[in-house]
């Protein structure tokens, strides 16, 4: 909500019998039903200077004031027992093969579950007990993050020095992550790069952009592995190289090309393929950190490790005839 508060509504004679939250929605245009009905919930919201419940009928000629915005629950790291995929483990550091569906560590979202729970910081402190600080109390041994919605492989620190020494490799672009990625159409070049810089969309504020001057370096290399023409249409099957790691890096420099990853709607994919005779659906994008190589902090020993698609992408891509 970007209003002032307190916000003053008079409720006109031809509102009467609309539900409290109906009625707020409506008078709250950028304000979705499901916060108005928590701003009701956290007694923001008084009717002639009484709190109300959400599904209160007004009458007409009511006094409405919203005192403020919602109160979000705090951000905090929790211990949860929650499976992972270790594929490698040590004294300083482990690798973990991410499920998409798993936030990398407490974010955005409206409810306690939304914001704190499930992530992987806290199933990693269930299961190491103690993490790297060097990332603050909400993010213990991230070194880097991968989308909620992309799987694949990533590195945690379990001390401070081995952080240290992991987020310089980074820095110093020693890390290699390979990807792998289906988008929609056929891109004119079997291989190239993308450098276009990115910043966050001025508009949609959950959304990156290439559109505007001044964002941050961003380097993304693609190789075509297959072109598929399917009754769903064309698709790439691409294997993709990062040198940055701007958020959303992938999926934005690809969707700025016209070809927007497969099962990614905020970036411009469609939420359902229509075939001849059915219609298929991702509920998450079709991205995966399939490879990831760097130099042990401690022993400088190579380290390389990898993961082939998980059964849900290979499932979808035998479901598209792909």
């Known amino acids: 909500m970007s209003e002032q508060f307190p916000i003053s509504i008079s409720v006109a004679q031809e509102d009467g019998g609309k539900r409290l939250d109906q009625f707020l929605t409506a008078q709250l245009p950028e304000t979705s039903r499901a916060r108005v009905q928590q701003l009701i919930e956290q007694q923001k919201v008084l009717v ?15 006094r409405i004031a919203v005192l403020g915005d919602v109160q979000a ?19 300083d550091l482990a690798v973990i093969n991410k499920a998409a569906g798993m936030m990398v560590h407490a974010g955005a979202g409206a409810t ?22 060097v990332g603050g109390e909400l993010r213990p041994g991230i070194v880097h993050r991968l989308d909620k919605a992309t799987s694949g492989l990533i590195v ?14 980074f820095v110093r672009r020693k890390v290699k992550k390979t990807y792998v990625a289906l988008v929609h159409g ?8 993308i450098s ?11 959304r990156m952009t290439t559109r505007r001057s001044g ?16 009754p769903y249409g064309k698709f790439s099957l691409l294997e993709l190289q990062i040198d940055t790691g701007r958020t959303h890096q992938i999926r934005v420099h690809l969707a700025s090309l016209g070809h927007p990853v497969v099962g990614d709607t905020l970036y411009g994919a469609p939420r359902e393929l229509q075939g001849k005779e059915r ?22 020993v190579a380290l390389s490790f990898s993961r082939p698609l998980p059964e849900e992408l290979e499932q979808f891509l035998q479901q598209t005839g792909a």
């Open 196 to 206: 276009s810089s990115i910043s966050r969309d001025r508009v949609r504020r959950t």
């Open 156 to 169: 945690v620190a379990k001390n401070d020095e081995a952080h240290r020494r992991l987020a310089a490799q």
């Open 215 to 230: 964002g941050r370096e961003a380097i993304t290399h693609y190789r075509v592995q297959r072109r598929i023409d399917s």
């Open 73 to 91: 629950p705090p951000l905090r790291a929790i211990a949860e027992e929650i499976p992972l995929d270790i594929v490698y483990e040590d004294d």
């Open 279 to 300: 219609r298929v659906s991702l509920p998450r994008n079709f991205l995966h950190a399939a490879t990831l190589q760097f130099q042990h902090p401690r022993s400088g």
């Open 186 to 193: 056929w891109l004119k070049q079997e291989r190239g790069t």
């Open 48 to 62: 002639n200077e009484v709190a109300a419940k959400a599904s209160l009928r007004l009458r007409g000629g009511e």
């Open 112 to 133: 306690e579950a939304e914001r704190n729970r499930g992530t992987l910081v806290n199933a990693l402190l269930h299961r190491f007990g103690k993490l790297s600080g």
